[in-house]
């Protein structure tokens, strides 16, 4: 899984950087061949002001499937990234989910597919 992460008005650090690479795997680790690459935004709203105003984006680009976007403002950087990757890793099963059982059902609807069997 290649991870990218940025940051906005501050400097990333290694423990920042060690978090954030781990939460990422540990939440994504189970749809890695569906996942090409993952970008995570960190940034400080509101600088030296305080705050809860440490957000951090995420965009997982699937491979077929549209990227899933999570967004997470928390006032501890650390907080906003793991409720960020938690979210992140529920939609990516969802979606992943979903795709493999469209596959199985030929694409139709599992409802409508109920019915052609009648």
Do not use: W
Request: aromatic content about 2%; proline content about 3%.
């Amino acid at each position: 899984m290649q991870i990218n992460i940025q940051t906005r008005n501050f400097s990333l650090t290694d423990a920042l950087r060690n978090h954030a690479e781990r939460r990422l795997r540990f939440a994504l680790t189970c749809c890695d061949s569906h996942i090409r690459r993952v970008v995570m935004r960190l940034s400080d709203i509101n600088g030296p002001r305080g705050g809860a105003d440490k957000r951090c984006h995420l965009q997982v680009v699937l491979a077929g499937l549209p990227d899933v976007v999570i967004e997470d403002t928390e006032a501890d950087l650390y907080v906003a990234i793991d409720r960020a990757t938690d979210r992140a890793g529920r939609t990516v099963v969802r979606k992943t989910e979903r795709q493999q059982t469209l596959l199985r059902h030929g694409g139709a609807p599992i409802s409508d597919k109920a019915h052609l069997s009648d």
